[in-house]
């Protein structure tokens, strides 16, 4: 589509979320090889000269696995307690795996207090833009060791919108265990059609959004959609697509016709 390939030429930084499903295995334990091939892209991308913010989840998943705990913590205290386990593992796994690329990365953990209130929100600003003109990636993840439900932002996919909204980004990748959004729902109907193209979210665009993902995260389709109606007012467009497809950072910037793309007209 020749709107995807024009506006994808403008795209100067890019924020990629990544989620759960696509770090982890079935049993919680992360996939290093996927992991792995998630920092060659990105790294890939930010020698290209692009600047690029990961937000990733999997914190709670790989303290999990650490812990060797089978199905996610229903208690406020161990499920903070496996993020607490879960972020060192999961920054360690990042920060060696970059290394091996030459490059340096820089954790932030935001809450939602950090997103309401104007003085932290602008300090929380200049950190990453100190970070980015740093030549650092940072990698963001909410503060899941410390806020509890009541004062969550919830998922990441609300979290990577604002985090695309005040860094001024371009475009938001959403990775996830789908393909992007369907007319229908592709598990329950073997000829549901992916939507490669959104001009607007509208109503009925809100319609097609089903319940909530996997088992390992928190966000499904409607966190998604609210995501994509966020950067879109701020100007910025997003793209939903399989995690595990080969290549898929490089291909979308590309811009080839994979996933959905919301565009921000």
């Known amino acids: 589509m020749e709107r995807r390939k024009e ?5 100067k930084r890019v924020v990629i979320k990544v989620g759960s499903s696509t770090l982890t295995h079935p049993n919680g334990l992360l996939n290093l090889s996927c992991i792995d091939g998630l920092v060659k892209q990105l790294s890939d991308l930010h020698n290209s000269g692009l600047d690029v913010i990961l937000v990733s989840s999997g ?3 790989a303290g999990m696995g650490r812990l060797g705990l089978k199905s996610k913590p229903k208690s406020i205290p ?7 386990i879960g972020q060192v593992t999961l920054m360690h796994m990042y920060d060696k795996f970059f290394g091996e690329y030459g490059k340096i ?7 939602k207090e950090d997103m309401e209130h104007k003085d932290r929100l602008i300090n929380a600003r200049n950190t990453f833009m100190t970070i980015i003109e740093d030549k650092a990636i940072p990698i963001v993840n909410e503060n899941d060791a410390i806020t509890t439900e009541e004062i969550k932002i919830g998922d990441n996919d609300t979290l990577s919108a604002h985090v695309c ?6 475009l938001l990748i959403i990775m996830t265990d789908i393909e992007g959004l369907y007319d229908s729902n592709p598990n329950e109907n073997p000829d549901a059609k992916l939507i490669g193209y959104v001009e607007k979210v509208t109503d009925d665009i809100e319609a097609l959004a089903g319940g909530a993902g996997s088992n390992l ?7 998604k959609l609210s995501a994509a109606k966020i950067v879109n007012d701020a100007g910025a467009a997003m793209v939903i697509a399989h995690g595990s497809t080969p290549n898929i950072l490089n291909n979308i ?4 016709n994979i996933g959905t793309f919301f565009d921000c007209k």
Request: aromatic content about 6%; some cysteine.
């Open 7 to 11: 506006y994808m030429t403008s795209v």
């Open 59 to 61: 914190a709670i998943a």
């Open 78 to 84: 161990q499920k903070q307690a496996c993020a607490a």
């Open 105 to 111: 990365t820089a954790q932030i953990l935001i809450t």
């Open 165 to 170: 909204r005040f860094v001024e980004g371009d």
């Open 217 to 223: 995260g928190t966000g499904g389709m409607k966190t």
């Open 253 to 256: 910037l590309s811009g080839e």
